[in-house]
């Protein structure tokens, strides 16, 4: 990955304290997996930053070397990669994902 | 062999998994009949004790890089050890208790 869209993929993990890369936006989804990350966060009623992979293919193909995670959506949380669709779920269903946020 | 035959054997080999359920979701998704885009697998392995989940998941990701950076457009899982398994009374992704909400 060039220094550039390494850098650009950093800041933008530490833009927020919540950042969710995923496909489309929070008000439009692209994508049943982003949705379901989405309605996930506001259920628990959190702000958070959204990044719209499918505008820029760098960030796209960049942030699955970052995280060494092959799929989105991606969440991070205070700047680490928390986890991707499965385990978010898991994480909202058993109380984690809520305690670790609102920490 | 198809990508389902695949994905079955590259798991089998790489996590000698006590229980693997793989199954294609991709009529549940607006692709064509008879796509292999979307799968859902379930593996129980020893080789997950002492791992976390994100561990788990990567290793799955890992051995099934080549379908990941191919026809496999996306990939839900569960991963378990033995112990976790007996500890959900051996229950399987068709057990109500494993879908998850929202399962797709």
Known sequence: ??????????????????????????????????GRAVQILQNLDVD???VNVLEDNSIREGI???SDWPTIPQ?????EFVGGSDLLLEMYQNGELEGMIKA | MNVQETI???????????????INESSMHNV???????????????RFAGENRINRQRAVNRTLKEELAGPVHALSMHTLTP???E???????ASPECLGGMGK
């Open chain 2, 32 to 46: 064509p009949p008879g796509s292999e885009s979307h799968f859902k697998v379930f593996v129980v392995s020893e």
């Open chain 2, 87 to 93: 500890a959900r009374d051996r229950a399987t992704l």
């Open chain 2, 8 to 22: 079955e054997e590259k798991l089998r080999r790489d996590l000698d998994p006590l229980h693997l359920e793989v």
């Open chain 1, 1 to 34: 990955m060039d220094t550039a869209v390494s850098q650009k993929i950093e800041d933008t993990v530490n833009s927020d304290r919540v950042v969710l890369f995923m496909k489309g936006t929070k008000d439009f989804p692209q994508c049943g997996f982003s």
């Open chain 1, 64 to 66: 699955k070397e970052y």
């Open chain 1, 75 to 79: 969440l991070y949380v205070d700047g």
């Open chain 2, 83 to 85: 112990e976790e398994w």
């Open chain 1, 48 to 50: 958070f930053r959204d």
